[in-house]
């Protein structure tokens, strides 16, 4: 039988787990209040809920998933372009969890009940091929995710491609969140745990002005819960310390300067503008946008999608009660939503945040049903 080597390097070892615990707690004593630190990644958000991570964590610690799933923040205007484009007669080509986000009114889903040509692909490879099997027709990618995902869809961008394909782009960048939700003084952060895999291509350097402006430390996490653990008794030591540093947590992964033939690919066909993100407003810099030159890949000014006949931000329904713009900048958690698990499951989403995986109200739901960490916090109080 294959050996463990997860088990083998012991990222998962009980002991070493109370062992950073206790120095967590002996951190939060020294700093003698509560403190709010914030990681933006759903794949942390996962290891932290399906391992109970914050089982363990000191009461007065409260560690929040911000604005960490790309699908989540992706503006109720963007699936409209989508739709438009699907229902005007295009191939619309998207990942599978951007399938039933809701735009203003209806989402791919609606329109592909409807007769509209939507394909699910789990690649941008795999919708150039669509766009090769359907030579006639107008095929659209859907681009979504984060950096990390957007250099995968810059590297196709610079190949050969066939002419009917085009590229709508709704890539958001998460440095440029993090300092919109730093600013919040409402949710009060005093921390980031930064994505280790975003940190892979971006390099950790990329966080030191944020770091020295904001006065917020940044630690890069892995995912592994003792790298998780690890990486915050770090973040607890520079706030107890007052030292708003960049620490790198990851380093069999993540170095200084990050993967740099994948940043010139990323910075060569994409370019930052402010944009709209889904529950945090405006963030500047904060979409990824085809450079001028990339204008005939682009389906935004190829096609001009025409929302007239899908836009309407009046028929949000039960979406108003939606809390998942507060839940992504700290301010609330999933149970504290009326519809969490009731009106709002995953087979039934009704906000952005219980439709993806990488969502905090879905990863919730999944590992826990309605997760009370006050409940929690208490039992961890006790704790000898
Ligand atoms: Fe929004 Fe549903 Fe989460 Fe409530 S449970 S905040 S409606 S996604």
Redesign the pocket.
Known sequence: MAKDLTLELKFRDPARARALADAMQRNLDAIGREVSVMHVCGSHEQAIARFGLRAVLPPQLRLIMGPGCPVCVTDGPEVDEAVALAQGGAHVCTYGDMLRLPGTSRSLADAQADGARVHVVYSVAQAVDVARAHPADEVVFMASGFETTAVATAAVALGELPANFSILSVHKYVPAAMEVVSRSKASAIEGFLAAGHAAIITGHALFEPFAARTGAPVVVAGFEPLDILAAIVKLTDLIREGRPEVFNAYPRCVSREGNLPAQQVLWKVFQPRAGTWRGIGEVPDGNLDLRPEWAHLDARRRLEPDVSGVRDDAAAG??R????GP?MLGLAA?HD?P???R??VPEA??????VSSE???RIWHTYGGAPDLRRVEGRAAGRG
């Open positions: 039960l979406e009660d939606c809390l998942c839940i999933p939503c519809l969490f698990g009106a709002c989403p009704v906000g952005a945040c219980m969502g905090t109200c």
